[in-house]
């Protein structure tokens, strides 16, 4: 089991920074990639950005350049630097971690970004 807590989402305006924290407990050593995802109203959960535990990245064409996912292995945490934030960022955003072995997503609980002046 994997547990994901997300932290850092907020209101700002158009043109300004986030920065969304996804810490990871339990079995951490079974993770093969992490990621976040949104979720806007009426639409579909889509994929923002994914790291995998080797580093290697991957982004949604609508924010590359903009935002920036790292992590941090000490802390079992992911990060989601969100920079020239746009009103159509505005969206619930899921951490998730992907478990090969069980072929199991696991989700956070959400948080939620406006972009709004």
């Known amino acids: 089991q994997v547990q994901l807590v997300e932290s850092g989402g907020g209101l700002v305006q158009p043109g300004g920074s986030l920065r969304l924290s996804c810490a990871a407990s339990?079995?951490?050593?079974?993770?093969?990639?992490m990621g976040w995802y949104r979720q806007a109203p009426g639409k579909q959960r889509e994929l923002v950005a994914t790291?995998?535990?080797?580093?290697?990245?991957n982004y949604a064409d609508s924010v590359k350049g903009r935002f920036t996912i790292s992590r941090d292995n000490a802390k079992n945490t992911v990060y989601l630097q969100m920079n020239s934030l746009k009103p159509e960022d505005t969206a619930v955003y899921y951490c998730?971690?992907?478990?090969?072995?069980?072929?199991?997503?696991?989700w956070g609980q959400g948080t939620q970004v406006t972009v709004s002046s």
């Open positions: 998730n971690a992907f478990v090969p072995a069980t072929r199991t997503d696991y």
């Open positions: 339990g079995s951490i050593f079974s993770i093969y990639a």
């Open positions: 790291i995998t535990m080797g580093g290697n990245t």
